[in-house]
């Protein structure tokens, strides 16, 4: 046995990682399986691409890969979520022994990494469910780590992942243990639905700006740079920056892709856990229901020539100050629910999510890194809640106004902003003292003598009522 740690499955992720591992002066196996005409001799050829890459030993036999690692073995599995998962993990018990670990790297749901564990324990194998954020670049030049699972698992791999985390502002890795059972995964699957809530802002502004406020990409940019300086900045914006600018053959790229957006799974699954652990999760819902609309090509285009709107300019020079404030209400609004997902599931759980730190992991290496998210880690700090921050009570009170005014404008120039206007929803709902929930309790006893408490009752007592005094 040479080599340190181990990583199965090649494919973009896990050659990343390797090379990163490589760098850092880890000695490495890397495996991949080989299907015939398919995928042959993948390690192998990784190895032989990257001639100055050294200590990494390649591998397309499983009994041979796992005898080449140190004991306990830390393999890191990065392949698909799903059953492939536990076929691996099943495979590998014929070979690996009590004490070694296994990490799963990949998007898996949290529930079936907790799962897992739970597994393990009886032959006596760690497990360790990890979120990795920040794609190919990431993976290659250090990523933002959120491993759970069991303590001891983690203590064995640390010295390793520490080495390849992306570093944040004050050069400590963007890596933090966040808890046990499927705590990693459930906290990279509220980082992906942030993600998707990130995405579609930019997405609402961007339309925004280019079909009703009749702006060129050219001058979009403009906008966005200006943002970006006055703290607007984040990576997925540079990542908007490059492809307004990227052209293929004299036109704009963008304008030519598919406005069909996909997704695979882990928006949809924080919207499910939202709902089952009784979180308010609108905005970042609105994001998936966006994905799965645009899904609907044909019939958005028969819609479209049924229902035909005319398209309505609005004054660029009066919306744009709003925009801004709108996206930013938006962002803030964004990590406001995502982070209350956090908090609510980790008290739940028990699992003691530390939310400055979880946010401070994802200030570099991950895909949702940006200035807000070193604020916000800040704001952790004192508060649990961004709206209960009284940093931040100004930028909700400014911003909220400029974001109505956004809203409002966009729905009655026939433009749907699904984000925005849940998240504008969202932030009325929570500053609302007196709602009409009133209303709806009655109803519920009306018809099912569901019963209701009396606002100025603080006994909390059930009353019912016989609303039609049969
Ligand atoms: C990241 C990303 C990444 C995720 C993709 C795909 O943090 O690096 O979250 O892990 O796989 O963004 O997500 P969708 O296919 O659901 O858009």
New binding site residues.
């Given amino acids: 046995a040479v080599s340190s740690f181990g990583i199965i499955g090649m494919g973009v992720?896990g050659s990343s990682l390797a090379l990163n591992m490589a760098e850092k002066g880890i000695k490495i196996s890397v495996y991949n399986r080989t299907l015939q005409g398919v995928e042959e001799d993948v390690a192998q050829k990784f190895v032989d691409a990257n001639p100055d890459m050294k200590g990494v030993l390649p591998f397309d036999k499983l009994d041979e890969f796992v005898e080449s690692l140190e004991q306990p073995r830390k393999i890191l599995m990065m392949i698909p979520a799903g059953q492939i998962i536990d076929q691996q993990i099943a495979r590998l018990l014929t070979f690996i022994d009590k004490g070694d670990v296994i990490i799963d790297g990949g998007?898996s749901y949290f529930e079936d990494s907790a799962k897992r564990q739970q597994y393990l324990k009886g032959p006596g194998v760690h497990f360790v469910g990890m979120?990795?954020?920040?794609?190919r670049k990431?993976a290659r030049k250090g990523?933002?780590l959120m491993p759970g699972g069991t303590s001891e698992g983690f203590a064995l791999i640390k010295p390793f992942i520490e080495k390849i985390a992306g570093k944040d502002k004050d050069g400590k890795p963007c890596m933090h243990y966040v808890g046990p059972d499927g705590a990693g995964h459930f906290i990279?699957m509220v980082?992906?639905s942030i993600?998707?809530g990130e995405?579609e802002l930019l997405a609402e502004t961007y339309a925004l700006m280019r079909k009703s406020l009749g702006m060129s990409t050219g001058e979009i940019v403009k906008v966005f740079k200006k943002w970006s300086k006055e703290g607007a900045d984040s990576y997925l914006m540079d990542a908007v920056l490059a492809i307004l600018n990227y052209e293929e053959d004299g036109d704009l790229l963008l304008d030519k892709i598919l406005d069909v957006?996909?997704?695979?799974?882990?928006?949809g699954w924080a919207v499910s856990t939202a709902a089952k652990y009784g979180v308010p999760y609108a905005p970042l819902t609105a994001a998936v229901t966006a994905?799965l609309i645009s899904s609907k090509k044909a019939q958005r285009v028969a819609m479209a020539k049924k229902y035909d709107r005319k398209a309505v300019e609005l004054d660029q020079k009066e919306m744009l100050t709003s925009l801004k404030g709108a996206y930013e209400m938006g962002r803030l609004i964004n990590h406001e629910i995502g982070f209350s997902l956090i908090r609510k599931v980790g008290e739940d759980e028990n699992w003691g999510l530390d939310m400055s730190e979880i946010a401070r992991c994802w200030t570099s290496g991950?895909?949702?890194q940006s200035s807000l998210m070193e604020k916000i880690s800040g704001v952790f700090k004192k508060a649990s809640s961004l709206m209960e921050s009284p940093v931040l009570q100004q930028n909700f009170e400014k911003e909220a106004t400029a974001m109505a005014e956004v809203v409002g404008a966009a729905l009655k120039a026939g433009v749907a902003m699904p984000v925005m206007s849940a998240a504008i929803n969202y932030f009325y709902g929570m500053s609302t003292g007196e709602s009409s929930a009133n209303l709806v309790q009655a109803q519920r006893d009306y018809f099912g003598e569901h019963g209701y408490r009396l606002a100025n009752d603080a006994s909390g007592s059930v009353y019912k009522n016989n609303w039609n005094k049969e």
């Fill in positions: 992720m998007n979120g990795i954020s920040g794609g990431g990523p933002s990279k980082h992906n993600e998707y995405m957006a996909e997704q695979t799974g882990t928006g994905r991950s895909i949702i």
